[in-house]
T-cell receptor, first 114, second 113 residues
Framework: GAVVSQHPSWVICKSGTSVKIECRSL??????MFWYRQFPKQSLMLMAT?????????EQGVEKDKFLINHASLTLSTLTVTSAHPEDSSFYIC??????????FGDGTRLSIL | QKEVEQNSGPLSVPEGAIASLNCTYS??????FFWYRQYSGKSPELIMS????GDKEDGRFTAQLNKASQYVSLLIRDSQPSDSATYLC?????????????FGTGTSLTVIP
């Protein structure tokens, strides 16, 4: 069964809209969750590491004020793309893991900004 | 040097053949190794985990780990068109600040009917 639930699966919205994506760990408490972005025909790119109860750790080049991450509980992390523009259109994927275990991915959210 | 390196491909094999995917890693402290399959437009799906030297078989898939040479490979026997996807190699490296998880850029596999 699914380990990670991510929604919405697809969002189409106007430029300037803020979009929130939720990622839920279903099978275990996740102190750490990860947010990735993937453009068509490109590799997964880690955007940030979401830490429960503290600030997220962003990768170089990722604007923390643009991509707001909240990890308020051990089973839920949210990514908000603020004032989204067409260049933010991408496939956003969250993942969870515990210790040395593999990462389990959500189904991803396809974001299309018009 | 990247932590995990894969040949991006594309790799093409005929249906029924063995597809061989290779991955090398740089950190000898790496302890866990994984293969993910990603279909176009979908998120990665874990297909194999391997933690110790040698071979691990699961159905048509065999993962091979050689820590001395720092490589991990995935063999797909009797390849099917449905195996056409991008295969991501990943390693988990323990550290004082927590486990670090690295992905390769993926190898694109096409199985030709």
């Amino acid at each position: 069964g699914a380990v990670v639930s991510q929604h919405p699966s697809w969002v189409i919205c106007k430029s300037g809209t803020s979009v929130k994506i939720e990622c839920r760990s279903l099978d275990f408490q996740a102190t750490t969750m990860f947010w990735y972005r993937q453009f068509p025909k490109q590799s997964l790119m880690l955007m940030a590491t979401s830490n429960e109860g503290s600030k997220a750790t962003y990768e170089q080049g990722v604007e923390k004020d643009k991509f707001l991450i909240n990890h308020a509980s051990l089973t839920l992390s949210t990514l908000t793309v603020t004032s989204a523009h067409p260049e933010d259109s991408s496939f956003y994927i969250c993942s969870v893991r515990a210790g040395l275990q593999p990462q389990h991915f959500g189904d991803g959210t396809r974001l299309s900004i018009l | 040097q990247k932590e995990v390196e894969q040949n991006s491909g594309p790799l093409s094999v005929p249906e029924g053949a063995i597809a061989s995917l290779n991955c090398t890693y740089s950190d000898r402290g790496s302890q866990s190794f994984f293969w993910y399959r990603q279909y176009s437009g979908k998120s990665p799906e874990l297909i194999m985990s391997i933690y110790s030297n040698g071979d691990k078989e699961d159905g048509r898939f065999t993962a091979q780990l050689n820590k001395a040479s720092q490589y991990v490979s995935l063999l797909i026997r009797d390849s099917q068109p449905s195996d056409s996807a991008t295969y991501l190699c990943a390693v988990n490296i323990p550290s004082n600040t927590g486990n670090q998880f690295y992905f390769g850029t993926g190898t694109s596999l096409t199985v030709i009917p």
